[in-house]
């Protein structure tokens, strides 16, 4: 009797974490601050879940059994449509919007790298994080304006820094500030006729050095969808497992990486030895768009995978 007390509270010790883990991401609730980074990684902690299931089973814990097995479900919900493509991705009809974007760590990604990206995937709009005036200065000698001539600049040194460069002409618009990240934003209007609002996206990620507040605010400053046409692209420091991208998802934009069943391709870090990897970076399109592609890519020098967006727009400028 008494060894089967100790196997059923082995059972449930090993389970409480994943229930918990389920109820707070379900809920979409932040008791600490360190929450908002544990949670980018609930797609593992999804795969993992079977764990307590499997022993819950095989030691005839049914009670425990019912708890992990909805436990399982709960986090399956969540993660598993990101890898299933969205039916209606690509539409046909409509002129393109081709958008990439790549964190620059500090400005440190390799600048001819990035050019030569650029002319590989013929973006019309570059999205950049972490751009500081020397990376801006040697993305000019390589040659980037001779391929995109229009750019908002808001380049600075640190983290804060961001731009946009275009292929087709920009207007500025105000600068999104928040915690000292500056998150650039112009208006692209595109040969098809239409005006589309482009924000590089950088809120400050959550630490002990940048606190919640400043992760928070930097996201839900970000233009809700809705009006003219808006992308969203860059460094979110956020995945879809946090509340702030999903409410952005439920304004009315659709994630690239989501609807073409890549929403769990990571985007950092490249290297794999530091942690395990994290889907952080996102082009989010206007859901009138249609998304006939998504890709992830390598520069060196940056800890952040770019990442390339297909869009189509739609057929009569509104």
Not at 56 to 81: E, N
Request: net charge negative.
């Amino acid at each position: 009797m008494i060894r089967s007390r100790w196997v059923s509270a082995l059972v449930w010790l090993a389970l409480a974490p994943f229930a918990g883990w389920a109820i707070l991401r379900v809920g979409g609730w932040t008791p600490v601050w360190q929450w908002v980074a544990l949670v980018a990684f609930t797609p593992y902690v999804a795969a993992a879940s079977a764990v307590p299931l499997l022993m819950a089973l095989g030691l005839r814990r049914w009670a425990a059994a019912a708890v992990a097995l909805a436990t399982s479900l709960a986090l399956a919900a969540v993660v598993l449509p990101r890898q299933l493509a969205d039916g209606s991705a690509s539409p046909a009809g409509g002129q393109r919007l081709r958008v990439l974007a790549a964190n620059l760590a500090v400005g440190s990604g390799d600048a001819a790298s990035l050019v030569k990206l650029v002319r590989d995937l013929g973006p019309d709009v570059l999205t950049l994080q972490e751009l500081t005036p020397a990376a801006r200065d040697r993305l000019d000698t390589a040659g980037l304006r001779s391929v995109m001539p229009h750019v908002v600049d808001r380049a600075e040194n640190g983290y804060g820094g961001s731009g946009i460069y275009s292929r087709h002409p920009v207007s500025e618009r105000p600068v999104i500030e928040r915690g000292g990240f500056r998150q650039a934003r112009g208006v692209i209007s595109h040969p098809s006729g239409h005006e589309i609002e482009i924000v590089s996206v950088h809120p400050c990620a959550p630490s002990e050095n940048f606190e919640v507040p400043c992760w928070g605010e930097g996201l839900e400053a970000l233009p809700e969808a809705g009006g003219h046409l808006k992308v969203l692209a860059g460094d979110f420091n956020a995945t879809l497992d946090h509340r702030p991208v999903r409410d952005l998802l439920d304004s009315g934009y659709r994630d690239a990486a989501d609807v073409t069943g890549q929403g769990l391709e990571p985007t950092w870090p490249q290297r794999w030895w530091d942690v395990p990897g994290v889907t952080i970076d996102h082009v989010l399109a206007d859901s009138r768009m249609a998304v006939h592609a998504f890709s992830v890519h390598q520069i060196p020098g940056t800890d952040h995978r770019p990442i390339f967006a297909d869009l189509g727009l739609p057929a009569t400028a509104s």
